[in-house]
């Protein structure tokens, strides 16, 4: 279930037809007017029946969106979930860094119970892979075959970049074998788009993935691809 619905949206004085989504940073309606909301600015969120009510800098705004995605975004605009959370990242994971040299993220999966691998492993439960050229895509290749059957390949790259693109990603990620499933704002400047191995693909995945206790350690992976 995403974070964007047809709405009906009361602010000061004005009621209007249009549709709102739930981002990263902000709470964003367009319609005949537009408004878009910080969530650092929100004081308040919480669903009555089938509106969402957020009070922000001494104003309100009403959208009816519906009982169920009104009580789910006032949930996650008063708890937002962590990086980790959107990336899905879990005790007892274990995860390589590709091309990617990300002391805080490292920090945070460590903080999660998942361990950061010293050095690439088969039977990876995700692999981050750093996207700075087109080139770098093509590591998606070699990194497939390091995946468990229900593990993820990310790709983060820079926002906007018009060569490492998300169009480019998705090809790379289509020649690999993967299919892509979701995306996430990784950073202030960064975007990330996961990758997996397709559900019908999974049984010979499962065959050749092994696990080596060797790989195990504390310190950031290297490239090694």
Same mark, same amino acid.
Request: aromatic share 6%; with cysteine.
């Given at each position: 279930?995403?974070?964007?619905?047809?709405?009906?949206?009361?602010?000061?004085?004005?009621?209007?037809?249009?549709?709102?989504?739930?981002?990263?940073?902000?709470?964003?309606?367009?319609?005949?007017?537009?408004?878009?909301?910080?969530?650092?600015?929100?004081?308040?969120?919480?669903?009555?029946?089938?509106?969402?009510?957020?009070?922000?800098?001494?104003?309100?705004?009403?959208?009816?969106?519906?009982?169920?995605?009104?009580?789910?975004?006032?949930?996650?605009?008063?708890?937002?979930?962590?990086?980790?959370?959107?990336? *899905?990242? =879990? +005790? %007892?994971?274990?995860? $390589?860094? @590709?091309?990617?040299?990300? /002391?805080?993220?490292?920090? #945070?999966?460590?903080?999660?119970?998942?361990?950061?691998?010293?050095?690439?492993?088969?039977?990876?439960?995700?692999?981050?892979?750093?996207?700075?050229?087109?080139?770098?895509?093509?590591?998606?290749?070699?990194?497939?075959?390091?995946?468990?059957?229900?593990?993820?390949?990310?790709?983060?790259?820079?926002?906007?970049?018009?060569?490492?693109?998300?169009?480019?990603?998705?090809?790379? *990620?289509? =020649? +690999? %074998?993967?299919?892509? $499933?979701? @995306?996430?704002?990784?950073? /202030?400047?960064?975007?990330? #788009?996961?990758?997996?191995?397709?559900?019908?693909?999974?049984?010979?995945?499962?065959?050749?993935?092994?696990?080596?206790?060797?790989?195990?350690?504390?310190?950031?992976?290297?490239?090694?691809?």
């Amino acid at each position: 279930m995403g974070y964007d619905a047809a709405c009906t949206i009361r602010f000061e004085g004005q009621t209007a037809r249009g549709t709102a989504w739930l981002e990263h940073k902000d709470l964003v309606f367009r319609g005949s007017f537009r408004l878009a909301i910080s969530l650092s600015e929100i004081s308040d969120a919480r669903a009555e029946a089938d509106t969402l009510i957020v009070r922000f800098g001494g104003r309100r705004a009403e959208l009816d969106i519906g009982a169920a995605a009104a009580a789910r975004w006032a949930k996650r605009i008063t708890n937002p979930p962590s990086r980790v959370d959107k990336l *899905g990242i =879990k +005790a %007892g994971m274990r995860v $390589v860094f @590709v091309n990617l040299q990300d /002391d805080e993220l490292k920090g #945070e999966i460590e903080r999660v119970g998942a361990t950061v691998l010293t050095r690439t492993a088969v039977g990876a439960d995700a692999v981050f892979v750093g996207a700075k050229t087109a080139k770098d895509l093509e590591r998606l290749e070699t990194v497939s075959a390091w995946l468990q059957p229900a593990g993820a390949a990310w790709v983060v790259r820079r926002k906007g970049d018009p060569v490492v693109s998300e169009r480019a990603s998705m090809a790379a *990620g289509r =020649k +690999a %074998g993967l299919v892509d $499933v979701k @995306v996430v704002s990784f950073s /202030d400047t960064h975007t990330a #788009e996961k990758y997996v191995i397709p559900v019908g693909k999974r049984a010979s995945a499962a065959r050749t993935s092994t696990r080596s206790p060797r790989t195990r350690g504390s310190r950031p992976s290297r490239d090694r691809t």
